[in-house]
């Protein structure tokens, strides 16, 4: 069976610090990870996608991802966090041929001037 | 293009009713599935439609039941109302074969929120 585990249920950083958000599956084979973010009053928003190949993935708003097999996680990460990242972060795991994803329950993202 | 679009945005029921939330998939999307966030929670899948049949179900009871239309629009029905079915009820509609690959990313609606009282 799959799973999600976001560690971190909260997390607050001042605004132009780093940020690493933690995720880690439970799943046989590779599977296929996600990040969304949702912001208050709007559905979920696709920040990076891994399927294959290159383990380091690039997203949108300045985000990456790193996904290590030994470690099954899938990190996100951003150098310098702005305001407007503030929101909700949710990593899921699908599994290739499957027709749904699995959503960790989310890790809260404040930032403080 | 035009995204996922759901309504009602926000409803109250009363224990036991019927509810429907309808959703528009985004223009070229021809799969659509359904995902029910609690408070707190992480979305969790329900259904999914494909060709206008069911394609998939989580763990959610008969209860639960939903339509695919051929403009690829979708409501989910909900029958018998119980107080922890209050939550966000997320649409998704994506282009592909129903699995889940390289070529079904979600795109998901804001939500209906439902409330049962």
């Known amino acids: 069976a799959q799973s999600v585990t976001q560690p971190d249920i909260h997390i607050t950083v001042s605004e132009g610090a780093s940020l690493e958000l933690r995720c880690n599956y439970s799943?046989?084979?590779?599977?296929?990870l996600f990040w969304y973010v949702q912001s208050p009053g709007q559905g979920l928003q696709l920040l990076l996608k891994?399927?294959?190949?290159?383990?380091l993935v690039q997203g949108i708003k300045g985000f990456e991802a790193e996904f290590k097999r030994s470690q099954s996680s899938f990190n996100l990460r951003k150098p310098s966090v702005h305001w407007s990242d503030a929101a909700e972060y949710f990593c899921?795991?699908?599994?290739?041929?499957?027709?749904?994803?699995?959503f960790g329950t989310g890790t809260r993202l404040t930032v403080i001037p | 293009e035009t995204g996922v679009t759901q309504s009602p945005t926000h409803l109250i029921k009363t224990r036991g009713q019927q509810v429907t939330l309808r959703c528009s998939s985004q223009?070229?999307?021809?799969?659509v599935s359904w995902y029910q966030q609690a408070l707190g929670q992480g979305p969790q899948f329900i259904f999914q439609?494909?060709?206008?049949?069911?394609?998939g179900r989580g763990n959610f009871p008969p209860r639960f039941s939903g339509l695919q239309f051929p403009n690829y629009s979708s409501e989910l029905n909900v029958n018998a109302l119980e107080l922890d079915d209050s939550a966000l009820y997320l649409c998704?509609?994506?282009?592909?074969?129903?699995?889940?690959?390289?070529?079904?990313?979600?795109?998901f609606g804001a939500g209906s929120r439902l409330t049962v009282l």
């Open positions: 891994y399927f294959s190949g290159d383990t």
């Open positions: 439609y494909y060709r206008e049949e069911e394609n």
């Open positions: 998704a509609s994506s282009l592909g074969s129903g699995g889940v690959s390289g070529a079904n990313v979600l795109t």
């Open positions: 799943y046989g084979a590779t599977p296929y």
């Open positions: 223009s070229g999307h021809n799969t």
């Open positions: 899921a795991v699908g599994a290739p041929g499957a027709n749904n994803l699995f």
